[in-house]
């Protein structure tokens, strides 16, 4: 995570040097935004199928989410945002027996890049949205067990993901906003041992400046 983490937020802060200047077209809700967010994540199973892993539901812990965004609101088409973004997440796999395997501790680890189009209602202080979006995620497992199913532990791997957003800004200054949101989150790991098929549900709070 140290890697990524360092290498993100120094990519944030050149966009915020360069990109930002003095307000402007925040007062009408349209122009660029930046902003962080983090939250709570209840992911579903690991479905792992295929290779020497076998097949096998895993069950994960809740756990969290950060990250970063860079947004535009074209002034012409206010009701649509499209915005690019970096988020971590973090699930501990729960001490289970499946079949003949055991899970004794262990996590699974992810840090994604999307692109998000959204559509918005840019109406007084309260703006709805919903989006899709579509990226790539690395995802990485790590722990100890025993049986088949534990061979996808310790594993690497990248690939294409999607999610679904739904959720609202808080106006409460022409260039501020709190951001609530839910996200649908999905992404199928090729794993060297076999696929891992991860789903993750996100709540999620961030602060978004407009400029």
Request: with cysteine; glycine share 16%.
């Amino acid at each position: 995570m140290n890697k990524w983490t360092g290498f993100v937020l120094c990519g944030f802060v050149a966009f915020l040097l360069v990109f930002v200047p003095s307000g402007n077209a925040a007062a009408a809700g349209t122009g660029g935004y930046v902003g962080i967010f983090g939250g709570y994540t209840m992911p579903d199973d690991l479905e792992v199928s295929g290779g020497s892993a076998g097949s096998g539901d895993l069950s994960l812990d809740s756990g969290y989410v950060a990250g970063l965004k860079g947004g535009y609101i074209p002034p012409q088409m206010q009701y649509i945002a499209v915005e690019f973004e970096y988020f971590y997440t973090s699930n501990d796999f729960e001490s289970q027996t499946v079949g003949g395997s055991s899970i004794n501790d262990g996590d699974i680890t992810t840090n994604n890049f999307f692109l998000n189009l959204l559509l918005r209602y840019p109406v007084n202080w309260f703006q709805p949205y919903v989006g899709l979006g579509i990226g790539w995620s690395w995802g990485e497992t790590s722990g100890s067990g025993t049986g088949s199913l534990s061979r996808i532990l310790n594993q690497e791997e990248n690939d294409f993901a999607w999610q679904f957003l739904i959720g609202a800004d808080f106006v409460f200054h022409p260039q501020w906003a709190i951001d609530v949101g839910y996200r649908y989150v999905q992404c199928s790991y090729g794993f060297d041992n076999g696929d891992g098929d991860l789903t993750n549900h996100m709540i999620t709070v961030g602060l978004k400046y407009r400029f």
